[in-house]
C-alpha cells in the first residue's frame, strides 16, 4: 500500500488477556518506530528497529511489552497480560534510511481499550 | 521528565489571523525539530522541519523558527484557515539521519482551533 498499515484500528480486550498489534511499513523504509498515545499525553517512544541492527528497546515500559520485525517489514507489537493503564493510542511509523526532512510517516493507530 | 514542552494546551484564533504554537526543549542534545498536525483519528502527518544550524525555515502559510539559546520554537500559521484545525506536535531529535539518534520525542499537542 501507499501508507504505513496498521491493524487492527479498534481493539477492546478484557485485563489479563494478550494482545497483538501489526504494523505494515512503508516498502521500502528500512526504519519502523512504535509509538503510544495515552489520553492526553505526547506521543511516548516505545521502540524502534532499523535494518538488521540490535532495536533500541528503551522505550518499552514494561516486560509485558514486546515486538518483533519479519524479514525487516512487519513488525508486531505484543502486550502480555494487558493492564487498563495499556490503554492507549499506539502508532506505527517507518522512514527512509536517508531523508532531507527526516520526516516519519504514521499510520492511523490502533486503539486498545483494555476493561 | 518531559524533554520537549508545549505547555498551552490549546489555542483559538480568528480565520484569517495569525496563529502561534509555541514549543521548549530541554535538551541540547537536540538537533533537529518537527511539527506534526493530528486530525481526530488519523495518524500525525509531517508539517514542517527546522535544523539547529537555521533560525527560520518557511513552508507557505507555515514558518518555523527556533532560538536556540533559548530553547524554544514556534510554528507561525499565516493566514489561518478553518482547516487548520488540529492536534499540533512538536517534536525533536538528536539527528534528521535514520539511525539510534533519529527517533522523536513529541510534546503533548496543542490543539488549535480556527474560527470561521
Known amino acids: 500500500g501507499a501508507g504505513v498499515s496498521q491493524s487492527p484500528s479498534n481493539k477492546v480486550t478484557e485485563k489479563g488477556k494478550d494482545v497483538e498489534l501489526r504494523c505494515d511499513p512503508i516498502?521500502?523504509?528500512?526504519?519502523l518506530y512504535w509509538y503510544r498515545q495515552s489520553l492526553g499525553q505526547g506521543l511516548e517512544f516505545l521502540i524502534y528497529?532499523?535494518?538488521?541492527?540490535?532495536?533500541?528497546k528503551s522505550g518499552l515500559p514494561s516486560d509485558r511489552f514486546s515486538a518483533e520485525r519479519t524479514g525487516g517489514s512487519v513488525s508486531t507489537l505484543t502486550i502480555q497480560r494487558t493492564q487498563q493503564e495499556d490503554s492507549a493510542v499506539y502508532l506505527c511509523?517507518?522512514?527512509?534510511?536517508?531523508?532531507?526532512?527526516?520526516?516519519?510517516?504514521f499510520g492511523e493507530g490502533s486503539r486498545l481499550t483494555v476493561l | 521528565d518531559q524533554q520537549v514542552k508545549q505547555n498551552s494546551p490549546s489555542l483559538s484564533v480568528q480565520e484569517g489571523r495569525i496563529s502561534i504554537l509555541n514549543c521548549d526543549y530541554t535538551?541540547?542534545?537536540?538537533?533537529?525539530f518537527l511539527w506534526y498536525k493530528k486530525y481526530p483519528a488519523e495518524g500525525p502527518t509531517f508539517l514542517i522541519s527546522?535544523?539547529?544550524?537555521?533560525d527560520k525555515n518557511e513552508d507557505g502559510r507555515f514558518t518555523v523558527f527556533l532560538n536556540k539559546s533559548a530553547k524554544h520554537l514556534s510554528l507561525h500559521i499565516v493566514p489561518s484557515q478553518p482547516g487548520d484545525s488540529a492536534v499540533y506536535f512538536c517534536?525533536?531529535?538528536?539527528?534528521?539521519?535514520?539511525?539510534?539518534?533519529?527517533?522523536?520525542?513529541f510534546g503533548k499537542g496543542i490543539t488549535l482551533s480556527v474560527r470561521p
Open positions: 517534536a525533536a531529535s538528536k539527528s534528521r539521519y535514520t539511525g539510534a539518534n533519529s527517533k522523536l520525542t
Open positions: 535538551n541540547s542534545m537536540f538537533d533537529y
Open positions: 528497529f532499523q535494518g538488521n541492527s540490535a532495536p533500541d
Open positions: 527546522i535544523s539547529s544550524i537555521k
Open positions: 516498502s521500502g523504509h528500512t526504519a
Open positions: 511509523a517507518s522512514s527512509l534510511a536517508q531523508s532531507n526532512t527526516g520526516e516519519l510517516f
